[in-house]
């Protein structure tokens, strides 16, 4: 079982950043690939990225591609998601989310892929 708490969300202007944090318990976290996934208000939950165990290997969702990079520190049990150059369209709940499947990268932007959810963390970016 593994519990997951972000942190770090917030009100930003454009073109501003934020980190976010996802804290893990347990003792198997670096058994666990992480992700990274968005809701805006009526809208379907998104992928945004994806890092594996080691924390040499991440995906991104081509919106975020080159803004937002997803790191993680096993011995803290934490997952960042630095976030650059944010835009409104950035606006979202933030989750982030584990699996232990090992899969091809395109499976890790699926939902249902992941067994554990944190509660989300609000991220608004004013225009």
């Known amino acids: 079982q593994v519990q997951l708490v972000e942190s770090g969300g917030g009100l930003v202007q454009a073109g501003g950043s934020l980190r976010l944090s996802c804290a893990a318990s347990?003792?198997?976290?670096?058994?666990?690939?992480m992700g990274w996934f968005r809701q805006a208000p009526g809208k379907e939950r998104e992928f945004v990225a994806v890092?594996?165990?080691?924390?040499?290997?991440?995906y991104y969702a081509d919106s975020v591609k080159g803004r937002f990079t997803i790191s993680r520190d096993n011995a803290k049990n934490t997952v960042y998601l630095q976030m650059n150059t944010l835009k409104p369209e950035d606006t979202a709940v933030y989750y982030c989310?584990?699996?232990?499947?090992?899969?091809?990268?395109?499976?890790?932007?699926?939902?249902?892929?992941?067994?554990?959810w944190g509660q989300g963390t609000q991220v608004t970016v004013s225009s």
């Open positions: 989310a584990a699996t232990f499947i090992s899969a091809t990268e395109s499976v890790y932007y699926r939902t249902a892929t992941y067994n554990y």
């Open positions: 347990g003792r198997t976290f670096s058994s666990y690939i």
């Open positions: 890092i594996r165990r080691s924390g040499g290997i991440a």
